[in-house]
């Protein structure tokens, strides 16, 4: 028996512009190989940061594109961090919690599992730690929960941290994956552009491609292109390369205009199956993204269920900090004929350790 995943973070290899992908790299091969495949500035490619500065009315200067989201965030995090208080969500994208305990960060939490944020216990910590270093959070379907933020949250936030420039990291790995509601702005143009930005390429074309952004305060961006250069020389520009080349053909938003349609096929799928095989469970709605919170009964342990499951996989909430009775679904990592079956073999797992 194959085992259906839902555990994963990306996509599955249908879901990825593979063919577009290939003959854009052979193009920026054939054009550009002399720049590609040398040494480059540690700031990233500088075709594709122009592009991203347009997109974002911001100064070149300012984009700075790593490999991958999760190696710019250790940049930013990297003797920054020792002893000072730090926000975090929790639950959360466990990675970014794990560099934090190994930069020797004082972490504070911030509560988002009922999907929406305290933003009253977050004023009272802005306020109370004047030496905050550092405040991540994901307004736009959540990692792991799904759940977005509101216009006024955001708005509040966004008056917020405007007062601390450069403190707020913004997670908006998912923000452009929305297939049903209306789009929101994000923190980071409600707060005048004071705050970072932040994304992945690895949802909205591909995981493999390892391409992250981050917008930062002028200072800052001089100061990690230089950490990036002492620390791994220069990027890997074939890859931002291709991306660029990928969006600047007009691939990017067809590309995630036909993604939004499959996503919300897999996530009506998904609250299909749950339905069906988990009715006495809850979840999430999400109206993007790729990910969904199941919730079990109350003194479910999710994780021991899981270990024993077979032919599926997915997250249990010790994974990401979460509750043991809670589980996280990617509905993006497999095929959508095989979601329904995962599903009932999830079910099946949990079935036993579901209390009476």
């Known amino acids: 028996m194959s085992t259906i995943s839902f555990a994963g973070d990306g996509l599955a290899s249908e879901l990825v ?53 999760l190696q710019g965030f250790n940049l930013l995090a990297a003797g920054r961090l020792g002893g000072a208080p730090v926000l975090l969500e929790d639950p959360m994208f466990n990675p970014v919690l794990r560099v934090c305990f190994r930069e020797g960060a004082n ?24 030496q905050l270093a550092l ?34 990291v913004e997670d908006d790995s998912y923000g452009v994956l929305r297939f049903e509601g209306e789009q929101l702005p994000t923190i980071f143009q409600l707060a005048d552009q004071e ?5 992945s390429f690895s949802c909205s074309i591909a995981p493999g491609l390892r391409v992250g952004v ?39 938003e067809s590309n995630l205009e036909r993604l939004r349609g499959l996503l919300r096929e897999r996530r009506d799928a998904m609250l299909a199956a749950l339905e069906q ?27 021991a269920a899981l270990e024993r499951a077979e032919g599926v996989a997915a997250l249990s909430g010790p994974a990401f900090g979460g509750m043991p009775n809670t589980v996280r679904l990617n509905f993006a990592g497999c095929a959508l004929e095989e979601i329904e079956p995962g599903i009932e073999r999830l079910a099946a797992a949990l079935s036993p350790a579901l209390p009476a």
């Open 17 to 69: 512009p593979a063919e577009e992908l290939a003959d854009c790299a052979a193009t920026v091969l054939a054009q550009d190989a002399g720049r590609v495949l040398s040494y480059g500035t540690g700031a990233g490619y500088t075709p594709l940061r122009e592009l991203i500065a347009e997109w974002l009315f911001v100064h070149p200067y300012r984009v700075f594109v790593t490999n991958g989201w």
């Open 107 to 130: 972490v504070i939490y911030a509560d988002r599992r009922e999907g929406d944020l305290n933003l009253d216990d977050i004023e009272y910590q802005l306020r109370t730690n004047p």
């Open 135 to 168: 405040a991540y959070l994901t307004p736009s379907f959540h990692n792991p929960t799904g759940h977005t933020l509101t216009l006024e949250q955001r708005g509040r936030l966004a008056r917020l941290f405007q007062r601390r420039p450069g403190v707020l």
């Open 195 to 199: 705050t970072i930005w932040s994304t």
């Open 214 to 252: 981050f917008v930062l305060p002028g200072n800052l961006a001089a100061e990690l292109t230089a950490q990036a250069n002492a620390t791994y020389i220069t990027p890997a520009l074939l890859s931002q390369a291709t991306v660029y080349e990928f969006a600047r053909r007009g691939f990017f």
């Open 277 to 303: 095989h988990l009715p006495d469970a809850g979840w999430t709605r999400p109206d993007g993204g790729i990910f969904l919170l199941l919730t079990l009964p109350p003194g479910t342990d999710a994780a």
